[in-house]
């Protein structure tokens, strides 16, 4: 089945505790992003990667980082979580050059740093 | 990105169709407009998108008005499963796609 999968769906964490979230897909698709999401502000990019080695800022990048060293994955970093990143989080992905299709979301990590 | 509007909430009945506005009176001539929908709490899912021509897919139609300036979204039976939130975007960066508050809309029967 075509999917975007992330891990792990919830975590609780304690702040300033390194941490990663993953986000796989196996659509062959060379455009990847993660978003947050938070009530009253809707969902905001934090980084988005157009191919392999490729990756940039969106609207809210700060205190994350990423990395794209294969197709399939875009894992999302916060090395010093603090408790204004608890968030909703998703990862997306879509073929680049096509635009029959749109964005394939995964089904969020809900993260609360404490 | 062109801004939208959107009302915040609609209701429709369960087997009707359901039409969902947007205005984007600032869009430019390169900007798509996308749509996606949110059932509680999930991944947004991908509807359809369209530049200047409407566009029908098995999950709904959209028609954009000859000036560009509004569009519609029509669900032509709507379930209770289409309970959700709608997001209407005008963007020419299908990377950096910006999801505002949507409409909730709930199909009651």
């Known amino acids: 089945e075509a999917q975007v999968t992330q891990n792990p769906r919830y975590l609780i964490t304690v702040t300033g505790k390194k941490l990663t979230v993953t986000c796989s897909q196996n659509?062959?698709?060379?455009?990847m992003s993660w978003y947050r999401q938070d009530p009253g502000l809707g969902l905001r990019q934090i980084y988005y990667?157009?191919?392999?080695?490729?990756?940039d800022k969106g609207d809210v990048p700060e205190g994350y980082k990423v990395s794209r060293k294969e197709k399939r994955n875009f894992p999302l970093i916060l090395e010093s979580p603090s408790p204004n990143q608890t968030s909703l989080y998703f990862c997306?992905?879509?073929?680049?050059?096509?635009?029959?299709?749109?964005?394939?979301f995964g089904s969020g990590t809900r993260l609360t740093v404490v | 990105d062109a801004k939208t509007t959107q009302p915040t909430s609609m209701d429709c009945a369960e087997g009707r169709a359901a039409n969902l506005p947007c205005n984007h009176s600032?869009?430019?001539?390169?900007?798509?407009v996308y749509w996606y929908r949110q059932i509680h709490s999930q991944g947004p899912q991908y509807i359809i998108h369209?530049?200047?021509n409407n566009e029908t897919n098995e999950m709904a139609s959209l028609i954009i008005t000859e000036d560009r300036k509004s569009s519609t979204l029509i669900l032509p039976h709507a379930t209770l499963r289409d309970t959700a939130v709608y997001y209407c975007?005008?963007?020419?960066?299908?990377?950096?796609?910006?999801f505002g508050a949507g409409t909730t809309v709930t199909v009651r029967a």
């Open positions: 997306a992905s879509s073929f680049m050059w096509d635009d029959n299709y749109g964005y394939t």
């Open positions: 659509m062959n698709h060379e455009y």
């Open positions: 990667s157009m191919n392999v080695e490729v990756t």
């Open positions: 600032t869009i430019s001539g390169n900007e798509y």
């Open positions: 369209g530049l200047k």
């Open positions: 975007i005008a963007s020419s960066n299908d990377y950096k796609l910006s």
